[in-house]
T-cell receptor, first 111, second 114 residues
Framework: DVKVTQSSRYLVKRTGEKVFLECVQD?????MFWYRQDPGLGLRLIYF???????EKGDIPEGYSVSREKKERFSLILESASTNQTSMYLC??????????FGPGTRLTVL | AQSVTQPDIHITVSEGASLELRCNYS??????LFWYVQSPGQGLQLLLK??????LVQGIKGFEAEFKRSQSSFNLRKPSVHWSDAAEYFC????????????FGAGTRLAVHP
């Protein structure tokens, strides 16, 4: 089975802190994604990566950056956390054959 | 712009009753279509997907979905709902050449009465 793991299930940070969310997949997938999930809005794509060191902006990249130094790891960075970034963050990977495999999510609260 | 609409935010059904969750999309060509389920506190699990061919697709947990091009719809169905089906359901659409990006609907939360 494909496994996508995220470093934390729950995270509490303060406004202005730099926040790192880590995601690791174990199936050698080319593509990796970061979504945020908010009630009534579904999932919205923040960033995605189709290869090591490659990244593309999604629909809501403002306030976020990403890093993909190794194929299996895709990090989401909040440079200066704000309260409106309180959300559920979901990482996903894909082998290029359409369809995503999701991690369990990180619920981030910014105080 | 491409979009996905799930018209029903909440649905409540009795255990054993049939279920249909609606999904409509906006896109000029035939997209790739998916249904995912999310149990409380969990990530998303793929129920089924449509790429081409037979417009009625079978998925896991007894779910099926039908692609209707004329209506731009991909509705999810189950003939008899179980209490364990209570969850949130997301319809998603992908596009060729899009690096497997998916656009998600807002979700439908399903409650099941005993």
């Amino acid at each position: 089975d494909v496994k996508v793991t995220q470093s934390s299930r729950y995270l509490v940070k303060r406004t202005g802190e730099k926040v790192f969310l880590e995601c690791v997949q174990d199936m050698d997938h080319e593509n990796m994604f970061w979504y945020r999930q908010d009630p009534g809005l579904g999932l919205r794509l923040i960033y995605f990566s189709y290869d090591v060191k490659m990244k593309e902006k999604g629909d809501i990249p403002e306030g976020y950056s990403v890093s993909r130094e190794k194929k299996e790891r895709f990090s989401l960075i909040l440079e200066s956390a704000s309260t409106n970034q309180t959300s559920m963050y979901l990482c996903a990977s894909s082998p290029g054959g359409r369809g995503l495999f999701f991690g369990p999510g990180t619920r981030l609260t910014v105080l | 712009a491409q979009s996905v609409t799930q018209p029903d935010i909440h649905i409540t059904v009795s255990e054993g009753a049939s279920l249909e969750l609606r999904c409509n999309y906006s896109y000029g060509a035939t997209p790739y279509l998916f249904w995912y389920v999310q149990s409380p506190g969990q990530g998303l699990q793929l129920l089924l997907k449509y790429f081409s061919g037979d417009t009625l697709v079978q998925g896991i947990k007894g779910f099926e979905a039908e692609f209707k091009r004329s209506q731009s719809s991909f509705n999810l169905r189950k003939p008899s709902v179980h209490w364990s089906d209570a969850a949130e359901y997301f319809c998603a659409v992908g596009f060729s050449g899009g690096y497997n990006k998916l656009i998600f609907g807002a979700g439908t939360r399903l409650a099941v009465h005993p």
